[in-house]
């Protein structure tokens, strides 16, 4: 009971605290049998490459052994020949950090590590030694092994004992997200889908949608029978990714079906017919298809014949429904073959079969800024240290650089960094008792190794939970260094103080720059996406190129998992919603649809398009200067179009760029008067007349 109101830790969390310190010990006891140069290296990097899961911890790993051997390899390049340039070596080493950090930014997947760590072990490796440039290639070679000794203690162990595997873990995110899919879906059907409690809802079925796909990353290095699923997994993802924009169009033509004409009774049957089949939680049955496929062909048929804009809505409610229950059943047909290693034949191809799950929203002036920042905290530490002529400078000038890394990706790095400065003084208090108070009594390896596991153990426990983890992570890293672990004791007060003090001024460093020159919000961030989607409209909307469909796709519902979070942690009322985002992704996959269907159509259709098109793209272009709402002459292009195309002997393209234009019109102007032909006007006329 007392675990599970948090007053505990949790078996898991011990057990992960356990593993990581026994293959730290494990590290620290190679190092110091092989006499490597610095032991304390490789206790720090089990903490760093360690994770619950373990195929997590190996693909972590892979990719730290990559990025240090490659940064200690700059270091080689560029210690020896600048050395006697110490304002050029500084700006070198600076520069490097700082387009590795670039680059790792807008790669966006897990690896992304491996730059990171090729700019920040430059740092590691090349201030230290900028006095001795001619043990270079030694000193770097030495981190590089020390990491590796580091990386197979922390796979093997997290592999051996107790291993907790990733594929498990991906099958139940699996389900934990159709369950919520189905709510929303369900909710939507019942006309809830505006309710407060959704916005949530999306929020969270976005950003696990995306994060998905750097789940399998880990998968793939998993040794569970999961491994062989990533493609499926991956394939799962990309109707996820897709399902939202799908479900909140439905909910769009729903409420502006309700709002013109009411249901027709073969939409009612049909709208009621699918939640029962979303309830039942069942992949979609040969019988059952072509059940639904006669209820859709009743529903078009059964549309009231009375106004043209009551007919547009019915076929763009029967073509999202259509989607609906495709792409659903894909996703329950996908979620089998995960778990029993079936193969199921996919239906839903409205935006075609090679989606791309990569990452593709990339902030090229945020990930240059960042780049910045972390340039300017390492020279200005340098400068402190070069200007002084403090031996220890070197410790300030590499912390200030790697810390701006290490939070880098975050809307607002200053807090993170103050956090990480705490666990940074609760390690120097930890290793000042250990090395002066504890240290002088042990006389065996087995007794530092009890010594440590005094604070390690618990830190471990910290880093399992993701709200204590950065405490847990600063306090694990930390540790290590500042004891400066080694073969021999050394109880030198002086160069522990000025190590650690240096430390600790880089850290106050980053702090400082980041908060003066870095200082943005969770709005500021949020509102930068969604304008880079409007670029993204506007650009489809005036030009076609091959792909548009799934990169449009893509790089939105990728900016709807990174703002998300963000979005969430808003109050009510906020300028920026979860629903913008969709909204415009809603027009973004309108916009495409008409350049997909121009080409085949008439010289007049084709004109009117053209017309639409040209509007939403001065629509979008306008609103990156204003908060104003779609402007009137985008709806009256919008009227004049479907007045064109709003026959009923039309081509199946010229159908479907009325379905677009529709989609359009109801997401952009939900509370404009109901869309009206000369053929509706004749109507309302007719019944003003009998009403008088």
């Not at 440039?133 to 922390?154: H, L, Q």
């Not at 699996?174 to 369950?179: P, T």
């Not at 930390?478 to 400066?484: A, E």
Request: hydrophobic share 50%; charged share 15%.
């Amino acid at each position: 009971m007392a675990s599970k109101t948090g007053r505990f830790p949790e078996f898991g969390d011990v057990l992960f605290s356990l593993k990581t310190f026994v293959a730290a010990m494990l590290a620290l006891g190679i190092a110091l049998c092989f006499d490597l140069q610095n032991p304390y290296w490789a206790v720090g990097t089990v903490y760093i490459v360690s994770h619950p899961l373990s195929g997590a911890s190996t693909s972590k790993a892979a990719y730290r052994l990559l990025g240090t051997a490659i940064g200690g390899t700059m270091t080689v390049i560029l210690l020896p020949n600048l050395v006697n340039a110490p304002e050029l070596l500084t700006l070198a080493i600076a520069l490097w950090m700082g387009v590795c950090l670039a680059v790792a930014l807008l790669d966006r997947t897990p690896r992304s590590y491996v730059f990171m760590l090729a700019g920040y072990t430059t740092a590691l490796t090349g201030f230290p030694i900028v006095s001795t440039p001619d043990v270079a290639f030694t000193y770097a070679a030495a981190r590089v092994v020390e990491i590796a000794v580091a990386i197979v203690c922390a796979a093997v162990v997290s592999r051996v004992l107790m291993p907790r595997h990733a594929g498990p873990v991906l099958a139940a995110r699996i389900d934990a997200w159709l369950k919520d899919g189905a709510e929303l879906a369900l909710g939507t059907l019942r006309g809830r889908y505006q309710e407060p409690a959704n916005a949530a809802l999306i929020g969270r079925l976005s950003a696990d949608a995306v994060d998905l796909h750097a789940f399998t990353t880990h998968v793939a290095y998993d040794t569970s029978g999961h491994r062989d699923m990533v493609d499926l997994a991956r394939v799962l993802q990309r109707r996820m990714v897709a399902i939202l924009p799908i479900i909140s169009g439905l909910a769009d033509v729903l409420a502006a079906l309700s709002r013109a004409s009411g249901y027709t009774p073969a939409i009612t049957e049909l709208v009621d017919a699918v939640e029962k089949w979303l309830k039942a939680g069942q992949p979609l049955s040969p019988t059952q298809r072509q059940v639904f496929l006669a209820m859709m062909d009743e529903a078009e048929a059964d549309a009231p014949s009375r106004t043209q804009w009551d007919r547009l809505l019915v076929q763009n409610v029967v073509a999202r429904l259509r989607d609906l229950i495709q792409i659903w059943s894909d996703c329950l047909d996908l979620k089998g073959d995960i778990t029993s290693g079936s193969r199921h034949v996919l239906r839903w191809t409205r935006f075609g079969t090679s989606l791309d799950t990569r990452p593709m929203h990339r902030d090229y002036g945020l990930a240059a800024y960042s780049a910045l920042v972390a340039m300017l905290s390492t020279c200005i530490a340098a400068a402190f240290w070069i200007l002084t002529g403090w031996p220890q400078g070197g410790a300030a000038a590499m912390m200030a650089g790697v810390v701006c890394c290490l939070f880098a990706a975050m809307d607002n790095p200053t807090p993170a960094i103050r956090g990480f400065i705490t666990a940074s003084f609760v390690a120097l208090v930890a290793s000042f008792v250990l090395q002066f108070g504890i240290f002088p009594m042990l006389h065996s390896y087995w007794e530092l190794a009890a010594a440590l596991g005094i604070v390690f153990i618990p830190a471990g426990i910290l880093m399992a939970k993701p709200k204590t983890m950065l405490l847990g992570l600063g306090v694990g890293v930390n540790l290590p260094n500042m004891l400066s672990l080694q073969g021999r004791l050394s109880l030198d007060l002086e160069s522990f103080l000025n190590t650690n003090t240096a430390l600790f001024v880089g850290l106050s460093i980053a702090c400082a720059t980041t908060a003066l020159v870095r200082n943005f919000g969770a709005e500021w961030s949020a509102r930068r996406i969604l304008e880079a989607g409007w670029v993204d409209i506007a650009t489809a909307a005036r030009r076609q190129k091959d792909g548009d469909i799934t990169g449009l796709l893509h790089r939105m519902m990728d900016r709807l998992g990174l703002a998300a979070p963000r979005l969430a942690a808003f109050p009510a009322g906020a300028p920026v919603t979860p629903n913008d985002v969709l909204k415009d992704l809603r027009s973004g996959l309108n916009t495409v649809d008409l350049q997909r269907f121009k080409p085949a159509l008439s010289a007049s259709d084709r004109a009117a398009v053209e017309a639409v098109l040209l509007s939403v793209a001065e629509h979008y272009q306008g609103k990156r200067d204003t908060t104003a709402e779609a402007s009137g002459a985008l709806l009256k292009t919008l009227d004049r179009s479907l007045a064109t195309l709003g026959n009923d002997d039309i081509s199946i393209e010229a159908a479907g760029a009325r379905r677009a234009m529709t989609g359009l019109r109801y997401n952009l102007f939900p509370d404009a008067p109901i869309f009206a032909t000369n053929e509706n006007r004749s109507v309302e006329v007719e019944d003003e007349e009998k009403a008088a």
